[in-house]
């Protein structure tokens, strides 16, 4: 069973598996890779920057990010196989996670960028601090955007691994092999649990609807069973963690905190920061509060 803290990460978290549940910009051109787990666009001059959007999203949710930051710095936008109409190249079997932090760091190197800064939403979050641990050098600062060191603490706070990778493999075998007419019905009633604004949502479901139900299985299950609680300690990287409240989500404020500060609480100088009036898409339901956390982060 779920346990009672109904933090955004915990809507997410139900939406999937409810469900089971490009970008424009001037002179935007796509970058040469060494991997097909992800394609990049890259817009602007400047310091480095990369977005990492979350599960079964399009790196268009960055859309209004590049808009702000391309006159100032380099923008690279990720995105992954599979997810949102994407084709699945070589997301096509296997894990997803591992192979995505992998990407990731491949084409920071081979584009020979400099410390740049990471900013990643929900499973692109969980992705950045994965980076951070393995490849300190890959990155000089990270932001994550609502997402947890380990996702199944919210069955129950005493899970591991172990525990849980029964029932995740049960969740990746249902999300596979469910018809896509039940896909798209379950998605689009619990999608709304995750974005607050219409344009948002109506943005949201059609990159849901538009993924690979198989990428995004894995992917899910790849989440479920990663627990980076034990590995925070370690990770040097100066970290911001934004996420959100509404009293939609039905726990109050002080209890989101609470989950938030708990989960990042071993990662030394971590910066929380709350965005008021957005569920899980910060950024489509709070644009200019998320841009500004954007520019603090940045600074």
Known sequence: MCNRLSAPAFACLIAILAAIG?????????APLASDRIAVTVSGQGPDVVLI?????SGAVWDDTVKQLS????????????????PVAGNAEGPVLEPLVEAVDGYIKSARLKSPAVIGHSMGGLTGLMLARR????????????SLPFYAVLFSPAATVETVRPQAVAMRDSMTTMSPET??????MTMPRLVKSPEGLKSALAWSKASSQSVVARAFHDVLT????????AVKTPTTMLYPYDPVMGAPQATIDQTYAGAYAPLAGVRLERVDGALHFIMLDQP???????ERFLK
């Open 22 to 30: 490009v970008f424009g910009g001037n002179h935007a051109h796509a």
């Open 53 to 57: 959007p979350g599960l079964a999203s």
């Open 71 to 86: 006159g100032r710095y380099r923008v690279h936008v990720v995105q992954v196989a599979g997810f949102a109409g994407a």
């Open 135 to 146: 490849h300190p050098e890959a990155l000089g600062r990270l932001m994550i955007v609502d």
């Open 183 to 188: 896909f798209a019905a379950q998605q689009a």
């Open 226 to 233: 990663t627990d980076m609680r034990g590995e925070l300690a």
């Open 288 to 294: 200019a509060a998320f841009a500004a956390a954007v």
